[in-house]
């Protein structure tokens, strides 16, 4: 929302200065996004008088001009313009100056042999316009010498500010201006003042009031209008011009201008229409399959029955309270004219302009709610000013419908400021603010009876009652303004309270703590989100933050064949890329892989951490705390010492699980490996696996994804995953939260290596569980460090190799001790069919 500081004071008569307005927009939670003032960038450039204007003796379309520009002394200009001649006024720019329409600064030139001392200027070349066929032309009045932003009134600081959702009445600058006099930086002044007018009432005429009707009343409850006939179309006053210019609309003609200038000044959006344009009358209805409209932005739009449109007998002419029609739009050669001044539902404008992916200011007013009852008025102005600038005479009005002025009436505590604001603001105070945003208060007797004659003067004053430190249960009925629909409770108005008396006093007051050291809050969920968090970065992974939506293709690759019922689907998405909620975590760290490749990154390591969404049978949803990876392109750069650089391979993934599943705190030692089942579209069959705890419980799936879901997001090479399942966890037991003193083993440890031969299809994670739990006194590890098939295994056996930690406790190990253990290990081993290899 942009407006000048001086558009601001018309409404609001004020002394404050830039920076306090600024400072009061800010802490009012109107919040202060820019400040330019055009004048500052104009202050080089002055008013001249063109003393005499000779041909160039060696172009004959330039013209040396003698120019003063207010010190008396004549300075030697060369121009190309052809309305430049001898005594006119018109805008210099010196050498030095920087032109904002060209983008250059100005130096001393020397054009055809002729030295040029600057320029004279046109509005294009100054940004004040589009005309650049000749220069500036003033009065003969202008002061010369003069700063041409100075004598043209531009030194108006242009304020931006950010209008959240719920301040519809805060898109007009009457809005802000009210919010400012709330705040005490002024008074609001009248409307009737503003537009210095005795009062704002309908001009009805004695023409026939215009044919209008509205049959859908839902999206269109109240549709006021009003003809205005024999008029002449135009450029509009320099002073709308030049405001609308400032904010930058760029101004068409005086009709579709005060169209613009009424929506901004007052919130108001309004359309107007060429009556010789029509055929019959309007009416507002729903559209039907199939209707098009080509709108104002030269686009032409397919409609349904969901949105409102206006038409005639012939066609639709306007996307109701988003965008007026081509067809029927006013033009210089328009005489008779039908002012439109309806109310929209915000909800049905909101749902048209998202289908649509149309935007306009009148849908932004609109769908944030406009006044309802300020369409008599609304109409009255924009009446007026059309008669005022175009001339013509009016018509009477029509008023089809009704538009929903039912006011709010809400029973407020003043205490509340205080209970629930934080801030303790005095009665009369509240009630002041409350006033001054257009609220109405009654104060009702706490007991419901007359107040006796004979009470105390404080107890008279209706003000006073709720006083705010005494914790009173006295209400006063808050009666909410037509133009505030986001207010509908107490703590609304307890919001417009504080914010308006100052959120900035409202006292910082700490929580009460217990004494004591305080006890850890986070849940055992929350602390293995956060250990698995730490690891994958601490792996070197790259953290990314997904959308929790995926499209129906992504789901339908990730999800399984029974996805449509297990799956979260939106009925009213964002758009059809994020309709369904996701069973998986690799379609999001997948699109982001492929657009960091599409961006020459050759190294991709990617992890979240975040929940997949389930829809159980009974038609509950289930949550399920995921972390997921996907590792592509170079595993490490290519080298002199490594040659080409290497890719990625299904047991990297499972070395990331490994470790990221023992900083969570799961018990890895006991996983047991698994293949995954199912999901045959997501991993690369014989390249994948899952470790469980038990055949039932899924801690993990890892490995190569399949080239088909690696190529469906335009990615190439091979790339591995992994999710692992952080819920499915166990929960440690409860512990006291005193860590056991650290005691070293006194004694070194001693490692024994054992060559078993197995059969080949025997999981070596299998045979390493058995050698460790041998003897779990006195073995503390083992690992696998050799896999070898080949001469002197026999066929369809292979040979694994595992070192074993020994671990003595008071005393070193004898040989027979050793020897004793060594017995153990290869008994435990002969249970899976495994011999000592010779």
Not at 197 to 224: H, N, Q
Not at 398 to 417: C, F, K, L
Not at 630 to 646: C, M, T
Request: proline content about 6%.
């Amino acid at each position: 929302m942009k407006f000048t500081l001086n558009w601001l004071k018309e409404h609001l008569d004020t002394d404050a200065s830039l920076e306090a307005i600024l400072a009061a927009l800010n802490a009012i939670g109107l919040e202060v996004e820019g400040v330019d003032n055009p004048g500052e960038k104009l202050a080089a450039f002055k008013i001249a008088h063109v003393l005499s204007a000779e041909r160039h003796p060696q172009a004959d379309k330039l013209q040396v001009l003698q120019i003063d520009q207010g010190d008396g002394q004549p300075l030697q200009v060369v121009c190309g313009a052809p309305n430049a001649k001898a005594g006119m006024k018109g805008v210099f720019g010196p050498v030095g100056a920087y032109v904002p329409g060209a983008d250059f600064t100005l130096k001393l030139a020397e054009i055809r042999g002729v030295v040029s001392n600057g320029m004279m200027c046109s509005t294009r070349e100054l940004e004040l316009g589009e005309d650049h066929d000749g220069i500036i032309e003033l009065p003969e009045d202008a002061p010369t010498g003069t700063v041409y932003a100075d004598y043209a009134g531009l030194n108006d600081p242009v304020i931006d500010v950010s209008i959240t959702p719920n301040r519809q009445d805060c898109m007009g600058v009457r809005g802000i201006a009210r919010d400012l006099a709330a705040k005490g930086l002024g008074t609001l002044r009248p409307l009737a003042q503003v537009y210095r007018t005795d009062a704002i009432a309908p001009v009805d005429g004695s023409d026939p009031a215009p044919d209008v009707r509205s049959d859908d009343l839902e999206g269109c409850p109240a549709f006021y209008a009003q003809n205005v006939s024999g008029l002449t179309n135009g450029p509009a006053p320099e002073w709308m011009r030049q405001k609308l210019t400032a904010i930058g609309q760029k101004p068409i003609s005086v009709l579709v201008d005060i169209t613009n200038f009424v929506s901004v000044d007052l919130g108001r959006p309004l359309h107007v229409y060429d009556r010789a344009k029509l055929t019959g009358g309007l009416v507002a209805r729903k559209a039907k399959a199939g209707e098009e409209v080509l709108a104002l932005n030269g686009k032409t739009y397919a409609l349904d029955e969901s949105m409102t449109v206006i038409a005639d007998d012939a066609a639709v002419h306007d996307i109701g309270g988003i965008m007026g029609g081509e067809h029927s739009g006013v033009s210089d050669a328009t005489t008779d004219i039908l002012i439109e001044c309806a109310y929209f539902t915000p909800e049905a404008i909101a749902r048209t302009g998202q289908k649509l992916a149309l935007t306009s200011d009148a849908r932004q007013r609109f769908e944030r709610g406009v006044d309802p009852a300020f369409l008599e008025q609304g109409l009255a102005i924009a009446t007026k000013l059309v008669l005022d600038h175009t001339g013509g005479t009016a018509s009477a009005i029509t008023r089809a419908g009704a538009p929903p002025v039912e006011q709010r009436v809400i029973a407020y505590n003043p205490d509340h400021s205080r209970t629930l604001g934080g801030v303790e603001v005095a009665a009369d105070e509240q009630a002041a603010i409350l006033e001054r945003l257009g609220f109405t208060i009654s104060f009702p007797r706490a007991g419901g009876g007359p107040e006796s004659p004979d009470a105390a003067p404080a107890t008279l004053d209706p003000r006073l009652r709720g006083d705010t430190t005494s914790g009173g249960d006295a209400l006063w009925e808050v009666t909410v303004p037509t133009w505030r629909r986001d207010v509908h409770g107490s703590a609304d108005l307890v919001e417009e309270v504080v914010r308006i008396h100052g959120i900035d006093k409202v006292p910082s007051t700490p929580l009460p703590r217990a004494d004591g050291v305080a006890r850890p809050t986070a849940t055992p969920e929350q602390m293995i989100e956060r250990k698995a968090r730490r690891a994958a970065a601490a792996r070197g992974l790259n953290e990314a933050v997904t959308w929790s939506f995926i499209s129906e293709s992504e789901a339908t690759k990730v999800g399984g064949g029974d996805w449509t019922t297990s799956s979260w689907i939106l009925a009213n998405p964002i758009s059809e890329d994020m309709k369904v909620m996701r069973p998986s975590l690799l379609p999001g760290l997948l699109a982001a892989a492929q657009r960091n490749a599409d961006r020459g990154a050759t190294a991709i390591r990617l992890f979240e951490v975040g929940r997949r969404y389930f829809r159980k049978a009974d038609g509950t949803s289930e949550e399920k705390l995921t972390l997921g990876f996907v590792l592509a392109g170079d595993k490490a750069p290519r080298s002199w010492l490594g040659g080409k650089a290497g890719g990625f391979g299904p047991f990297d993934a499972k070395a990331e699980v490994l470790a990221i599943l023992a900083a969570a705190g799961a018990p890895v030692d006991k996983l047991m490996p698994f293949g995954i089942d199912g999901d045959a579209a997501i991993w690369h069959p014989g390249q994948s696996g899952s470790l469980r705890l038990g055949p039932k419980t899924v801690l993990a799936e890892y490995g190569t994804l399949h080239p088909a879901l690696v190529k469906a997001f335009d990615l190439g090479g091979t790339v591995v995953a992994g999710q692992l399942f952080l819920d499915a966890i166990p929960a440690k037991r409860a512990s006291s939260p005193i860590r056991e003193t650290y005691a070293p083993p006194a004694l070194q440890a001693v490692t024994r290596d054992f060559a078993f031969l197995v059969d080949a299809g025997l999981p070596a994670a299998d045979l390493v569980r058995s050698v460790k739990s041998a003897d779990k006194t006195n073995i503390v590890d083992a690992r696998l460090f050799d896999s070898f098939v080949g001469t002197g295994v026999p066929e369809g056996q292979k040979s694994l190799a595992v070192e074993v930690t020994l671990q003595p406790g008071e005393k070193s190990f004898t040989d027979a001790d050793l020897k004793a253990i060594a017995d153990k290990v290869i008994a435990a081993a002969a249970k899976l069919g495994a011999t000592l290899r010779a």
